[in-house]
């Protein structure tokens, strides 16, 4: 009686090689969602000193993106009265950007803030 060695070594080479590409494969999909969970956008809020006041400026990777010297929604060109009344609408921002929201700024959000208007 002979045994066929040839398909039994075929078919170990087969299961044997179909493993190794699965790991590839899961190996592979999971860097790609650990660099797309890293690559979240770093803002950084920095307040600046106006003549009249405060205001903020956001950047993204160094580079100012947003530059606000006034308080936005209301009708005078006033700056904010402190600096920690800047840094809260620039945080608030940011948390809108993050979100991937419009950054914009409305009265409710200033009121809700306790912003100085």
């Given at each position: 009686?002979?045994?066929?060695?040839?398909?039994r070594?075929?078919?170990?080479?087969?299961?044997?090689?179909?493993?190794?590409?699965?790991?590839k494969?899961?190996?592979?999909?999971?860097?790609l969602l650990?660099?797309?969970c890293?690559k979240?956008?770093?803002?950084?809020?920095e307040?600046?000193?106006?003549?009249?006041?405060?205001?903020?400026?956001i950047?993204n990777?160094?580079?100012?993106?947003?530059?606000?010297?006034?308080i936005?929604v209301?009708?005078?060109n006033k700056?904010?009265t402190t600096e920690?009344?800047?840094?809260k609408?620039?945080?608030?921002?940011v948390?809108k950007l993050?979100?991937?929201l419009s950054?914009?700024?409305?009265?409710?959000?200033l009121?809700?803030l306790?912003i100085?208007?």
């Open positions: 009686m002979t045994i066929n060695i040839k398909n070594f075929f078919w170990a080479k087969i299961q044997k090689n179909s493993y190794s590409s699965v790991s494969i899961i190996a592979v999909i999971t860097i650990l660099v797309a890293n979240k956008e770093k803002y950084h809020v307040s600046i000193k106006t003549a009249t006041g405060w205001g903020y400026t950047a990777d160094e580079k100012i993106i947003i530059k606000q010297t006034i936005p209301i009708d005078n700056s904010f920690k009344e800047a840094l609408t620039g945080n608030l921002v948390k993050e979100a991937n950054p914009t700024v409305t009265k409710k959000d009121i809700l306790d100085t208007i």
